[in-house]
């Protein structure tokens, strides 16, 4: 439970730090777009994990940043309560959803969640990629940087 929690937090670090990148640099709208479907993809899968369906949902938009501002500081909270009534067995207990084309799949808990950190994690090495092609400076966005800095 401690390392999902920790994943979590680095993952509200990073996001943070992309979105402040993002606001810097020069518009780059597939940056924005990528970052967009990381908040968005956020939310669809803490609305599986409560049991909701997520098939209204979509995971994919123009990529507006303000919508971005709000996202993040929405994911957080909700993950952040969400994660607070957790223990490890409740982890490992198995979850069944509808992806978006309607499929139906069942994973545990542990296995969305550490899905949803590392999916994440995917698309801002994606950003920081096309930061560098439009002359931007990425971002350090790595776990370990996030916990040399908070230990």
Do not use: C, P
């Given at each position: 439970?401690?390392?999902?929690?920790?994943?979590?937090?680095h993952l509200h670090w990073a996001n943070q730090r992309i979105l402040a990148t993002l606001?810097?640099?020069?518009e780059n709208k597939k940056g924005n777009?990528?970052?967009?479907?990381?908040?968005?993809?956020?939310n669809v899968w803490?609305?599986?994990?409560n049991g909701t369906?997520?098939?209204?949902?979509?995971?994919?938009?123009?990529?507006?940043?303000?919508?971005c501002v709000e996202l993040v500081d929405q994911n957080n909270q909700n993950y952040t309560t969400f994660l607070s009534h957790l223990n490890n067995v409740k982890l490992d207990q198995?979850?069944?959803?509808?992806?978006s084309?309607?499929?139906e799949f069942q994973n545990t808990m542990r296995d969305i969640?550490?899905?949803v950190a590392l999916h994440g994690q995917y698309h801002r090495g994606q950003i920081n990629q096309l930061l560098r092609m439009a002359d931007s400076e990425p971002i350090d966005v790595d776990y370990i940087t996030y916990r040399r800095i908070r230990d």
């Open positions: 439970m401690e390392t999902i929690q920790s994943m979590f937090k606001q810097k640099s020069e777009q990528l970052f967009s479907h990381i908040l968005h993809a956020e803490l609305t599986r994990l369906d997520s098939s209204h949902l979509s995971i994919w938009d123009e990529g507006n940043l303000e919508t198995i979850v069944s959803y509808k992806n084309k309607g499929t969640l550490t899905h």
